[in-house]
């Protein structure tokens, strides 16, 4: 088609004699003799201005579009005598593809809090910020399938519906069929299991990457997960996004490089590749975005065992709302004072007691500690956790055990430690809390396009 993006009009190297703009209107201003659009089409955070002579014939469409407007406008793309952008277009033929009435239109130039916008999720990604943060997820995406690729990581993809809960907290939805006729009575739901088995919703794909990385040598997966933890926080959804590598042959130490690695490429990435929306975001939401984002980059992440990760923040003098001591789970407070106050940059706490971590975690020497890792960043707190996994069947099966868990699940996973168990690593890194850290977007319901949190379903 003949049609041109916004994003590549404005970087046109000469003026053009006719271009095809399609977009929605943002603004119209109008004054003697000329009108004025501002006209965005989803390819970068700049509107482009369109002029409209008055005079000239075939504008009877004008009077009927209004901010919110969908538009096809035909004409020149001439040098901009305004300050600030270099190229607008001079009107030669302009269509009205879809109106939007003025007086209900929920979107008007002010600006909308947060919350307004949660309410109209399906109109968000119309305003600049939400373009941005939509861009800037889409580009991360691209850089971790880049990342792993280059590295020789197979994707795999695990299942959404499984059996067993990888986690062991009993955090997951519960899938059930409807019998055969079911109709809606508002009469209260069925419960009735997966063809006659207990189903749920992924917690995570750990399990199964594992299965892959003993045969493939280096997985990763990347899709959604689910936790029915009813936590009205800003950090937690019922569903999100999250990267699993997992690799054989590789320790804790293999495990936290990699997550470094991961990290700084991906910060790297969206500062070279979003630069134009990611100053948005320093302008107006976080002003040490980009030095903290710069910083990050070139530092080296702190490691820090929990032991003396819970030292520092006993003797740090802070008033902490949870007290903490050997064998506590750290709180956000706990994580972001070591990598904001503390340090100023992203700190690996690793060896975390075997109590407060799930049973597939490689148990240490000490017979105390798990080899767990929790990467911590700045704005955020936990981004990543991973550990290395227990390869050996017999303290593997004692863990289980010890946990009062069922054997029967996990006969599968018990397998790979029968048949050429090897040493193996892995981490998962939530997809939105990677957002939240590099917009600076206090919370995880404005990252994700229909978030899904406790009291969220309308759309
Ligand atoms: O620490 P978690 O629970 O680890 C696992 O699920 C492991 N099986 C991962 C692995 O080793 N393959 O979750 C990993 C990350 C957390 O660090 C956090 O960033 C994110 O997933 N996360 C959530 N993000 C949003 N909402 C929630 N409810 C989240 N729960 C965890
Ligand atoms: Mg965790």
């Known amino acids: ?11 046109s190297a000469a003026p053009l004699d006719r271009i095809v703009i399609k977009g929605w209107v943002r603004t119209k201003r109008d004054a003697k003799g000329f009108s004025f659009l501002e006209v965005n089409d989803g390819s970068c955070l700049t509107n482009i201005q369109i002029i409209i002579d008055e005079k000239a014939a075939g504008f009877d469409e004008l009077k009927l579009i209004h901010t919110g407007a969908a538009v096809a406008v035909i004409g020149k793309l001439a040098e901009s005598p305004g300050k600030g952008q270099k190229w607008e277009v001079h009107a030669t033929e ?12 929920p979107l008007q130039k002010k600006r909308h809090s947060d919350e307004f916008l949660r309410t109209i999720a399906h109109l968000r990604p119309r305003t600049n910020k939400y373009g941005a943060i939509f861009r800037i997820r889409s580009e991360s995406a691209f850089a971790i399938h880049q990342f792993f690729h280059e590295r020789g990581f197979v994707y795999v993809h695990t299942p959404i519906l499984t059996g067993s809960d990888c986690e062991g907290a009993g955090e997951m939805f519960r899938v059930t069929t409807l019998p055969p006729g079911y109709t809606k009575t508002g009469e209260g739901m ?6 006659g088995k207990e189903a749920n919703l992924t917690v995570s794909g750990q399990l199964e990457g594992e299965a892959y990385a003993c045969s493939l040598d280096r997985i990763y997966t990347f899709g959604p997960t689910f936790r029915a933890e009813n936590s009205n926080t800003p950090r ?38 979003c630069a134009e929306d990611l100053e948005l975001f320093a302008k107006y939401v976080d002003q040490t975005l980009m030095g903290s984002l710069n910083n990050l980059v070139v530092s080296e992440f702190v490691r820090l065992p929990y032991r003396e990760a819970i030292q520092i923040l006993q003797q740090s003098g802070q008033k902490f709302e949870f007290p903490v001591n050997f064998g506590t789970d750290l709180q956000t407070e706990h994580e972001r004072f070591l990598c904001e106050t503390h340090f100023n940059k992203p700190v690996i706490v690793y060896n975390f007691p075997k109590t407060i971590k799930p049973f597939y975690m490689r148990v240490n020497d000490d017979n105390e500690t798990v080899a767990a890792m929790d990467v911590l960043v700045p704005r955020v707190g936990e981004l990543i956790g991973g550990s290395q996994r227990e390869e050996r069947l017999d303290v593997l099966k004692q863990r289980i055990q010890e946990l009062g868990m069922d054997e029967t699940p996990y006969w599968w996973y018990l397998d790979l430690r029968r048949f050429g168990t090897v040493p193996h690593s892995g981490f998962g890194l939530g997809f939105e809390r990677f957002l939240m850290m590099v917009t600076g977007v206090a919370n995880i319901r404005d990252v994700i396009p229909f978030p899904r949190t406790p009291k969220s379903l309308d759309f």
């Open 94 to 105: 302009l269509q009205l593809v879809g109106a939007a009435d003025p007086e209900t239109y």
């Open 236 to 273: 937690h959804a019922a569903e999100f996004w999250m990267i699993e590598p997992e690799f054989a042959f590789a320790d804790l130490n293999d495990n936290m490089a990699l997550a470094e690695d991961l990290v700084k490429y991906m910060t790297e990435y969206i500062l070279n590749h």
């Open 1 to 11: 088609s003949e049609r041109i993006r916004i994003k590549d009009a404005l970087q």
């Open 190 to 195: 069925y419960e009735e299991d997966f063809f």
